[in-house]
């Protein structure tokens, strides 16, 4: 069965030293301590059975941590096994909206991931508007983190609710994926993925053996479109986030979905085979 894994980085140097993952170092994630070559993520990939990886940029107020060009060329090196995800500077509107063009356009990137713990900015900032109106036009996800912030950073800005709730309100033709599932406040996302059509959940930064039961519960039933694997590569490998998988007692049409299928949907996945 093909698997996407819906949210992961192919990491620089410059991202994984800096401080503010500290806290991860302590849980153990193996974080690399120099560049590592696009093979050695296809390979942790392939560890794990995983087809194909959306992998993201980050931008934040301290700079780029990984740059769009930088994912676009991990992309070409991985033979069709990346997909890119753009991110952007939102401290200067206009700029952001011409290099989410460009990252679509140009580069062809699939999506667009701001991670609003690293601006300290929730997603209802007006500062995100004119980004979610250009998402809608280049007809693209927009991606973020939602629960509780593992790196040492408030978490404020990962509840579903008010942030999401306004921002699926005032863009009805956004599709919005809340990655991280959420927690604690997974109740709350279920709910908003629940109430708007284009609202998702992915469940990157968490192991099979860690979801919440109200989301295993929701992926049974009636969110059995709505919820897509992710492992936030390389802080949880492939196939650590992915053992277990039967203990789920999934049938095999909500496997499908959660593995590939919805991912495939929401991201326009099979225009990049067209393409």
Known sequence: MTIIDAWAQHP???MVEHDMFDSLRRWGAPLPTE?????ATVAAMDAGGVDTALISAWYGPEGVLISNDEVASFAAESAGRFVGVASVDLRKPVAAVRE????VNELGMKALRIVPWLWGLPPNDRRYYPLY???VELGIPF???????GPLRSSETGRPIPYLDDVALDFPDLVI?????????????????????NVYIDTSAYTVRRYPPELVAYMQKHGREKVLF????PMIMPDRALAGLDDLQL???VRELFLSGNARRVFRLDEVSAG
């Open 251 to 253: 049938d095999n049409e």
């Open 35 to 39: 560049q590592p070559p696009v093979a």
């Open 230 to 233: 992710g492992t936030n590569f």
């Open 12 to 14: 620089t140097v410059r």
């Open 100 to 103: 989410l063009r460009r990252a």
């Open 133 to 135: 109106a250009e998402c």
């Open 177 to 197: 994926v809340g990655g991280h599932i959420g927690y604690p406040w997974t109740t709350e996302m279920i709910a908003v993925a629940t109430k708007y059509p």
């Open 143 to 149: 991606c973020t983190q939602v629960g509780h912030t």
